[in-house]
């Protein structure tokens, strides 16, 4: 078979977890594929290492690069399959086409994006669900999308651990403290985390961790940051914006807790590194990031500034240290969706 794989992801020097999940599930897929003798191509804006055993094809067009380059390209190609790791397919495309659904956050808490990209990603995964095959990370994922889009072939295909290495560098900011790692957005409740930190640092001056932040600007960024200008003890709550992968990693080996209050996720690539650190956190108690974390770690019901108060007060105090989780390879996770992508309905 021919199979088409969307590399346009591998892209962002500034990688969210959405994309950063197709650099780590491509390489793999790729080699299943082609040791199963498949041919691959991979359509990307640009040519990456990580592609090693496809052909490539590249486009740079900046606007509407997956409808009027990915498909319509992957026609003319005569893909088999086309298979697209981030949420959203082309409208023109191959008959046989697949899309990894990582959430359906848009619909289950829509104020947290913009009207645009409500519409965009509500359009686009109920295109999806009708008339493509469909994967997710979790049974609880597959449920919220058959209830909101109907039943479809939808498939569940959990994530694999991460390892955080060895890599050593010196931390920007001084330690001990607290990470929360993901974009800084409405969705991940970082308004609230900023809220009850200043308020426990009120309550117990003791206290010398610092809370750090590691993330891109996202939907609702400018409402946080006002907050955190207005908040008492803004100089221990640094914002320090994207960290790359090394960075990141050894922010994780170092902290003494990582902190996750999203309302709404997927999955979580960051439990699955604080895992292999052994790093001890708290987070919403959502079933996808249960599912990520384990059944070792503080799991948080409710998202008000109280609540997260005495959450973090407990991790400081009683740090719970999470099991490691190495038995699942990224190459299991490639094995099963080349097996989704490569079967032939009779």
Same mark, same amino acid.
């Given at each position: ?22 650099? #780590?599930? *491509? ?7 082609? +040791? ?6 991979? $359509?990307? =804006? !640009? ?73 965009? #990603?509500? *359009? ?7 008339? +493509? ?6 049974? $609880?994922? =597959? !449920? ?203």
């Amino acid at each position: 078979m021919h199979i088409g794989i969307d590399g346009s992801r591998c892209e962002s020097t500034r990688a969210t977890g959405v994309e950063r999940y197709s650099c #780590l599930v *491509i390489p793999p897929l790729i080699n299943s594929l082609v +040791s199963a003798g498949h041919r691959v191509t991979v $359509y990307a =804006k !640009n040519n990456n290492d990580i592609f090693c055993g496809a052909e490539v094809k590249t486009s740079t067009r900046k606007h509407f690069w997956s409808q009027l380059f990915l498909g319509p390209r992957a026609i003319i190609d005569k893909v088999d399959e086309l298979f697209v790791p981030a949420h959203v397919l082309p409208f023109i495309r191959p008959k046989n086409s697949s899309v990894f659904l990582h959430d359906v956050c848009f619909e289950e808490y829509p104020l947290s994006y913009s009207f645009a990209s409500r519409w965009y #990603l509500r *359009i686009t995964a109920s295109n999806s669900v009708r008339n +493509s095959k469909v994967f997710t990370h979790s049974h $609880y994922t =597959k !449920n919220k999308i058959t209830q909101t889009f109907g039943s479809g072939e939808i498939f569940v295909i959990p994530p694999a651990a991460i390892s955080v290495g060895n890599f050593r560098q010196q931390l920007p900011w001084t330690k001990p403290y607290l990470v929360c790692v993901g974009r800084i957005e409405t969705k991940k409740n970082i308004l609230t985390l900023i809220k009850a930190y200043d308020q426990l640092l009120d309550e117990d001056p003791s206290i010398k961790h610092s809370l750090v932040f590691l993330g891109s600007n996202g939907y609702g960024a400018q409402e946080i940051t006002e907050a955190w200008k207005k908040t008492k003890h803004s100089g221990k709550i640094v914002f320090f914006g994207y960290a790359d992968e090394k960075l990141k990693a050894q922010a994780l080996r170092e902290a003494s807790g990582l902190l996750l209050p999203s309302i709404c996720e997927g999955t979580s690539l960051v439990l699955l590194e604080a895992r292999d650190a052994r790093l001890p956190f708290a987070a919403s108690n959502c079933v996808p990031i249960k599912e990520a974390g384990g059944q070792r770690g503080i799991y948080v019901n409710g998202n008000d500034q109280e609540t997260w108060k005495n959450v973090v007060k407990n991790l400081l105090q009683k740090p719970i240290v999470p099991e490691s989780n190495t038995a699942r390879k990224w190459e299991d996770v490639a094995r099963e969706i080349a097996e989704v992508l490569t079967t032939v309905k009779k």
